[in-house]
């Protein structure tokens, strides 16, 4: 019982993070039909940015006060993976558009490839170690075998959940969210009521952007180690839960990431690690082929 | 970088010049702001640790600087070109990607359906393929005469064989994603099947590579059925994504499944190919004792050459003889539209199962020319990065064209590996430049280039099968494949 409560909470947290890169997929195809294949490489981009960001604060600028030096890590991140996301759509996917259906997606694996390798140039192939932050653990039973909650786990979850009301509120209730919801519904519609597509999908690669970016840098506080290689695997999770959620939902990417979370962990402790990345590929192998639609997605509809 | 090209009329160039200066620089100046805050952390700094294996900041300013100024400087001459230049540069473009003369500045032309196709077209079209199998048949032999047998062999190894490697793999490919518009990002997991079939059927059973070939080629066909089946109903991303999981799922299990395929450390001590029985050694009964000739490796190179080539003649010739059976013409149609296809009555389960298999067949076949060749076989050299590579090559080559994929195989392996060869740029650069680093990030925005540039491929137009008068090219707009 101890070990799956402790199971519980380490699922949740990477199901966090695997939720906020969720997002960035199911928004993108929802509003242009596109798997943006590089958006597990601008996550890794992002822990990258954050990284360095940190060590400027910490060894240039000698920042004393950690939780400063957090907010601003965090805010930096998000504004800059976002101009580099909004510059990725603007020169590899925007000019695709209203081309054959396979272009953005060979252009996007092409990104991934590049922002991969262009990482591994500028900042070495070597595993970068991020900086230890003070970690008070808390213990929560006191029992023989020790559930444990750290104050990385509550940040990690709290961040979520705020960013996740914060995000659904934009959706939901503002004119923003309503043209983005507007082009996902019928994009040359929305042009013709005087909606600027351009700009309303350039704002979606910026919002999916600045989530990656807080995912990137919670994924660096938990693992403590950065790698040029670290987008591939996490996207891919990410992208599987966006799938078993319902593509183009959102409450669905958060609720396939938490899953997947779980299920890696649960999977990891009670079966095999080895095997851990298998069983997340299958879980999307079996979704896209029994349940294409998710569980909150909405059924797509063949028009001819 | 972010603005439209302008297209002025060439007529009042000065008063058209001035207008233009004041936005272009303001655009030029805001695109180099982009440029140098994209480059702000990730440039600007690079993270190393120390020996105290701290990590430390090293400050790269003046690289990021150099950036920014480059793209002002890029940006504002593309702002003030006066005629639209993109013509200009979609013309250099398709004589150099074709490399092959003016002819194809015409095809491009004819491509759009803008010009009827000229006789020198016509005549290029019909002997192009057969010269350039000719040089390919002769390029060991002229290599071997040029450059002695120790020259030569870098050159038929890592360019001949490596390429022709590709060709056959993106012909294989071609079946399922050019001829049956089923997009497959998983291909390497067939390739992985034969080359581990014939490791393991030759280390551990003693099978000559001439038996094992048509056996790794059978099981990769059946894995083909295997994994087609669940995923008939797929289509579109959808498709690539699951095959992308299935081609990751069979490079994890040859990780972890250990006792088969001895996980990471690969297998070692793959028997090397024979000529016919005789082996490539310098023993009395090798092939230069028999024959009479000097002992050197080449021989042994210059046949696996003639190997993979006569493999990949033979993917092509089927693909071609295939596209004239109902077989090949259901695939067609089935890329072109499947709910018409359904309802004309073709059984759209075994037209794509066996679309899956005999592409899983030839990539089983590689995977076997693979194995024999490293001797050595291991997890890594079936990433998927592989699959996207051998996708990208069908995809530039322009997705159903034999020619245009041989063309982007030779461009897209031929060139990286070409980067090896530029020693020269340490001199301009400092001796801590190493080309061979900027490989694979060259071969990322070529593909991001490429799309947007071409993004039905180099040979965009297509030749039907089944006409009713006369055999005319169809324009690539026209063709509506790639979502099925």
Known sequence: MDSFLQQLINGLTLGSIYGLIAIGYTMVFGIIGMVNFAHGDVFMLSAFIALIIFMILTQILHLGSLPLAFVVVMIAAMALTSLWNWAIERLAYRPLRGSFRLAPLISAIGMSIFLENFVQVVQGPRNKPAPQLPNHVFNLTGGAYDVTLSVRQILIMIVTVVLLAAFWYLVQHTSLGRAQRACEQDRRMAALLGIDVDATISITFVIGAALAAVAGVMFMIYYGVVNFYDGFVPGVKAFTAAVLGGIGSLPGAVLGGLLIGLIEVFWSSYFSTDYKDVAAFMILAITLIFMPSGILGRPEVEKV | ?484
């Not at chain 2, 150099?66 to 013509?87: H, K, Y």
């Not at chain 2, 092959?100 to 016509?122: F, I, N, T």
Request: net charge neutral; glycine share 10%; proline share 5%.
């Open chain 2, 1 to 484: 970088m972010t603005a439209a090209p302008q297209t002025t009329p060439l007529a009042s160039a000065d008063e058209s010049t001035a207008s233009q200066l004041v936005p272009a620089l303001r655009t030029a100046f805001v695109s180099a702001l982009v440029a140098f805050g994209l480059s702000f952390p990730i440039i600007s700094y690079h993270a190393e640790s120390n020996i105290n294996n701290e990590l430390i900041l090293i400050g790269r300013w003046p690289l990021s600087f150099g950036i920014a100024a480059l793209v002002f400087a890029f940006v504002f001459l593309r702002q003030m070109a006066n005629s639209d230049w993109r013509i200009w540069f979609d013309r250099f473009g398709s004589i150099a990607a074709g490399g092959m003369g003016g002819a194809l500045v015409q095809a491009a032309r004819e491509g759009e359906g803008v010009a009827p196709p000229s006789r020198a077209r016509l005549a290029f079209g019909r002997w192009f393929g057969p010269f350039m199998l000719g040089l390919v048949i002769v390029f060991p032999l002229i290599t071997l005469g040029l450059l002695g047998p120790a020259g030569s062999l870098k050159w038929i190894n890592n360019y001949g064989v490596q390429i022709m490697i590709y060709v056959m793999l993106g012909w294989g490919l071609n079946i399922v994603v050019g001829l049956a518009g089923l997009l497959d990002l998983g291909y390497v997991a067939f390739y992985a099947v034969g080359a581990y079939s014939y490791a393991l059927l030759s280390t551990t059973f003693g099978l000559s590579f001439w038996l094992c070939l048509p056996l790794a080629g059978f099981l990769a066909a059946m894995w083909g059925v295997i994994l087609g089946f669940p995923v008939l109903r797929l289509r579109g991303d959808y498709l690539a994504i699951v095959t992308l999981a299935f081609g990751e799922i069979v490079r994890l299990v040859l990780i972890n499944w250990v006792d088969l395929t001895n996980g990471y450390a690969g297998i070692s001590g793959i028997p090397h190919v024979t000529f016919f029985g005789i082996p490539f050694s310098d023993d009395d009964n090798g092939f230069a004792a028999i024959f009479h000739i000097p002992f050197s490796p080449i021989y042994r190179t210059i046949f696996l050459f003639y190997l993979i080539l006569a493999l990949a003649l033979l993917t092509n010739f089927v693909t071609l003889r295939l596209r004239r059976l109902p077989i090949g013409r259901a695939w067609e149609a089935l890329r072109e539209d499947e709910i018409a296809c359904r309802s004309l009555g073709i059984n759209t389960t075994t037209t794509k199962l066996t679309a899956f298999a005999l592409g899983a067949m030839f990539g089983g076949f590689a995977g076997s020319f693979f194995s024999v060749r490293q001797g050595f076989v291991s997890p890594e050299s079936f990433t998927f990065i592989e699959s996207a590579t051998i996708l990208a090559i069908v995809v530039l080559g322009g997705m159903g064209s034999q020619l245009g994929v041989a063309i982007a195989a030779a461009v897209m392996i031929g060139v990286p590996e070409l980067m090896r060869e530029l020693d020269w740029l340490k001199a301009i650069f400092g001796e801590g430049f190493d080309p061979t680093q900027y490989r694979m990030l060259l071969f990322g925005a070529a593909m991001v280039i490429m799309m947007i540039w071409k993004p039905r491929g180099l040979v965009s137009t297509r030749m039907p099968s089944v006409f009713l008068k006369e055999r005319r090219a169809v324009a690539g707009d026209l063709v509506k494949e790639g979502h099925g």
